[in-house]
């Protein structure tokens, strides 16, 4: 089994919150990345620890239900005891899709109270709206960048202890505010338009409803 | 340290032409930020680990392109991994090709197929070397006792 990433052995019994708070005051979310690709899982991994988030990645749907307990009794607790906060997976996987294993965790009783976060290359406005409408917090466009998972991230720490049914409108903001470094990123577009590369014609984005929620497509250059 | 600020500049120089020619896009950048003291050769590990999983795919699609009777969507799997990765890591020339690549899977063409296999070869074998003399330009610096240039 290739579960990577770490993973902390804490002395806690099982089923306790872990929020960890680590030295600087900051609480740390545990996120488990589900996807086929060994360099995608390397880099998602490096983009949520230097993001301080606990990580554990799997390659594939199947692995990530082993993870959560498919029986769900002990809850939305990896089998080593950690709370699992948040769920990025990749969309295309050979065997269970991301949408897939989307479904079966909203499925759960147990585990559907996880916000589930999609990740996908493919810009498709039929794929976005299945995975909104079956709950996905997120719609992720690869590759994600460190913009993506702070905004992620600050999402998930607002929302947690609230009523998880409530969904913010987060749109992302016009500049990247989020990049402290130098590099040259290109400006990442908040606007909901219906994606001159995507084959299907959008008469979808009448919806209201898909539209406060509809992932921040990214408008590449 | 005459040589060192030579070499730095070397670098920056040689980096932005690979930008310039397309070789590299903004992702590589993205992956220049994930790299830390904490971390100081995430680059270079991610980078190696997508030249070994280009080698497992490229064997695999030569072998895919062998048989007999072409199985598509083992292709085009494999291809949307290959786009996937080279994505990942910002290779964009490559992922280029891979996107061609796939409609040619898509429009079940052998021909396209074998010659986009070709392309994408030769574009893989290109960015590989351009980083291999990336890196190892990093090396000499931090050997002569530099220290790397912010991106």
């Known amino acids: 089994m290739s579960i990577t990433g770490q993973v902390l052995r804490r002395n806690l019994p099982e089923n306790v919150e872990v929020f960890d708070d680590s030295p600087s005051g900051s609480l740390e979310l545990h996120v488990l990345a589900v996807d086929d690709s060994v360099v995608d899982r390397m880099v998602i991994e490096r983009l949520l620890k230097i993001s301080s988030c606990k990580v554990t990645t799997v390659e594939s749907g199947t692995r990530a239900l082993q993870y959560l307990g498919l029986d769900g009794e002990k809850g939305p607790v990896g089998f080593d005891g950690l709370k699992v906060n948040l769920i990025m997976t990749d969309y295309s996987m050979p065997g269970m899709t991301g949408y897939e294993l989307l479904k079966k965790i909203k499925g759960s009783s147990v585990l559907r109270e996880i916000p589930v976060v999609i990740m996908s290359s493919e810009n498709v406005l039929a794929r976005i709206d299945r995975c909104l409408e079956e709950g996905a917090e997120e719609f992720l466009l690869k590759p994600v960048k460190l913009s993506d998972v702070r905004r992620l991230k600050d999402f998930i720490t607002r929302g947690e202890g609230k009523d998880s049914g409530e969904r913010i409108n987060h749109k992302r903001k016009r500049e990247d505010d989020y990049a402290s470094s130098s590099s040259p990123s290109s400006p990442s577009s908040s606007v909901l338009s219906a994606s001159s590369s995507s084959s299907s014609a959008s008469s979808s984005l009448s919806s209201s409803a898909r539209l406060s929620k509809r992932a921040k497509l990214r408008n590449k250059d | 340290m005459d040589s060192v600020v030579q070499l730095q500049k070397q670098l920056v120089d040689y980096i932005a032409s690979l930008f310039h020619e397309g070789f590299l896009d903004e992702q590589f950048n993205q992956l220049q930020q994930l ?4 971390n100081p050769d995430f680059v270079v590990e991610v980078v190696s680990l997508f030249f070994e999983d280009s080698e497992r795919l490229l064997n695999e699609l030569a072998k895919a392109l062998e048989q007999k009777t072409i199985d598509f969507r083992k292709v085009d799997a494999h291809v949307h991994q290959f ?23 898509e429009e079940q063409n052998v021909e396209g197929c074998l010659k986009c296999l070709q392309q994408v070869k030769h574009e893989y074998s290109l960015v590989r070397n351009k980083l291999e003399t990336l890196f190892q330009l990093e090396k000499q610096i931090i050997a002569a006792g530099g220290s790397l240039p912010a991106t």
């Open chain 2, 83 to 105: 786009k996937g990765s080279s994505s990942s890591i910002g290779a964009h020339r490559v992922q280029k090709v891979c996107i061609a690549f796939r409609n040619y899977c």
């Open chain 2, 35 to 38: 790299q830390d003291e904490s």
